[in-house]
């Protein structure tokens, strides 16, 4: 149950609040404590015992005895030339780094979290996948990435608007924990931050949909599609060979009977792979009966990877034919390309640069 333990220590900022007040009684703290401690950590973001002036001096010797406060390490932040996405490298207890993108848009902040340290899953034009796999993140590791950027902007006045599991990884191999981070997020006595607000993005792991699907009703999914086509999705994504488009769409039908949810479908548009005018038509057939919105995402390129952005015209044909059959479609801006904003990316560099070094 208890995670990211150090020396023996348990991990505090992972609790959610009943967790926290069960753990208290053990260690010989009171339930009110828990309610002090979790206004402290997740509301007013303090990361230190000795600041927790409503507390006992006694009682903070206890905290600091049996638990750890864990930390992100800001290592490194880069800004695009246009000033909308900022890009912060975080450093782990274990030394491994992650990132997470801001996406500014005048005064609305998008989070994009990661979920993992690298990818398992190996889709052939993504930069994690290029990594070597780690391990999941932990609630707190989560939890921390929002706090961090919370707390930058707050120094502004402005505040977080939505959070996307778009950065590394793949969030339904870490159920667990990244829905325990969205509900401390969501808790009244935290952030307060509505499950509306966020969107979890998956390549498509089916026992992850149908959990999802039973227990979840407000978060917002996202599905990477690429293709609707099982040979194009088993070229560029391996999991495809698992569970094929037939298995997702199932999945999805189902998730969208039961929730009644709108569901998002990203398209990367990748030259002469998925974007011409008989993928178009494809795309739509499947879409028929879907209550949906397609998000065009044109390739950010990777070094190192065979696959080109279309021109511009041919992103806009490819847009165009779907808004003609009415399908609720928008093309995003390649944002952010200057500080290679897309998945993984900045990690990457960063690696090569001490490799370089070396
Ligand atoms: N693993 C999850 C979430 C993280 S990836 C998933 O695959 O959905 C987030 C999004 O970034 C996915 O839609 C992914 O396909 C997309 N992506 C990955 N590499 C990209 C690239 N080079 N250019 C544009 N989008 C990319
Ligand atoms: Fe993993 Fe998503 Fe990248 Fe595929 S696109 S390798 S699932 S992070």
Redesign the pocket.
């Known amino acids: 149950m208890l995670q990211n333990n150090v020396n023996d220590k348990i991990d505090i900022l992972g609790l959610n609040m009943e967790k926290m007040k069960e753990v208290f009684s053990i260690v010989g703290l009171k339930k009110f404590n828990a309610s002090q401690v979790f206004d402290w950590l997740h509301n007013k973001l303090i990361f230190d015992f000795d600041k927790f002036t409503n507390i006992s001096k006694n009682d903070r010797e206890t905290l600091k005895k049996k638990f750890h406060l864990p930390i992100l390490e800001y290592r490194a932040h880069q800004i695009s030339e246009d000033g909308d996405t900022e890009k912060f490298l975080f450093e782990l207890k274990d030394r491994k780094l992650i990132e997470s993108v801001l996406i500014s848009h005048k005064n609305r902040h998008t989070l ?1 979290v ?2 993992q340290i690298g ?1 398992l ?1 190996g ?1 052939d ?5 290029t990594m070597k796999y780690e391990r999941n993140l932990d609630t707190s590791e989560i939890l921390l990435q929002f706090y961090y950027v919370q707390n930058y902007l707050s120094e502004r006045g402005e505040k977080l608007g939505n959070v ?9 191999l870490n159920y667990d924990n990244v829905i325990e981070a969205i509900n401390i997020l969501n808790s009244e006595k935290g952030q307060n931050f509505s499950k509306r607000n966020f969107t ?5 792991i089916i026992p992850g949909i149908k959990k999802f699907t039973e227990e979840e009703r407000q978060i917002n999914l ?3 599609l ?1 293709s609707v086509k099982d040979s194009v999705r088993n070229e560029i ?1 391996p999991i495809n060979k698992k569970w094929n488009i037939k298995s997702l769409k199932e999945a999805l039908l189902e998730y969208q009977k039961k929730t009644g949810n709108r569901i998002t479908f ?1 398209y ?1 548009l990748i030259e002469d792979l998925n974007c011409e005018t008989k993928d178009a038509f494809e795309l739509i057939a499947f879409l028929k009966n879907f209550s949906c919105l397609v998000n065009l ?6 070094i190192g ?1 065979p ?1 080109k952005t279309p021109s511009k015209r041919r992103q806009r044909e490819f847009y165009d034919l779907l808004k003609d059959k009415n399908v609720n479609v928008t093309l995003r801006e390649t944002k952010g390309q200057d500080i290679a904003a ?4 900045l990690k990457v560099k960063k690696e090569m640069n001490s490799l370089n070094e070396k």
């Not at 979890?200 to 498509?204: D, K, L, P, V």
């Not at 995402?297 to 990777?302: D, E, K």
């Not at 897309?342 to 990316?345: D, E, H, S, T, V």
């Open positions: 994009c990661s979920s990818c899953l889709c034009f993504c930069a994690t996948a996307v599991f778009m950065g590394m990884g793949e969030p339904f979890i993005s998956t390549s498509g996202a599905i990477s690429h994504m990203e990367i995402i044109p390739y950010n390129p990777v990877k696959y897309a998945c993984g990316q």
